[in-house]
């Protein structure tokens, strides 16, 4: 089973930039959707900004023109550069692909930003 494994994550203060990491164990058949997700406590996981097979990327309104998401080559790994960080930022932060063979999940990395 592929398993994805998150970095780059840590404690930042406002204003800041991350950048997260996304690798696989194994090769990814037929990836459709790279994405990163997030969840903050309390709410819910939501989709923070993806990437589709073809390059085209969606974000969430929340990150777009701070956010950025990326790959090598069409696979992995995943990155997203995060800019401007705010609090509202903090969450811990999860990479997903979704293929022909199913989806995959990271164990998510935390991001803290202080004010």
């Known amino acids: 089973q592929v398993q994805l494994v998150e970095s780059g994550g840590g404690l930042v203060q406002t204003g800041g930039s991350l950048r997260l990491s996304c690798a696989a164990s194994?090769?990814?058949?037929?990836?459709?959707?790279m994405g990163w997700y997030r969840q903050a406590p309390g709410k819910q996981r939501e989709l923070v900004a993806s990437?589709?097979?073809?390059?085209?990327?969606n974000y969430a309104d929340s990150v777009k023109g701070r956010f950025t998401i990326s790959r090598d080559n069409a696979k992995m790994p995943l990155y997203l550069q995060m800019n401007s960080l705010k609090p509202e930022d903090t969450a811990v932060y999860y990479c997903?692909?979704?293929?022909?063979?199913?989806?995959?999940w990271g164990q998510g990395t935390q991001v803290t930003v202080s004010s």
């Open positions: 990437m589709t097979s073809g390059g085209t990327t």
């Open positions: 997903n692909v979704e293929s022909g063979r199913g989806g995959y």
């Open positions: 194994g090769i990814i058949f037929s990836p459709r959707v």
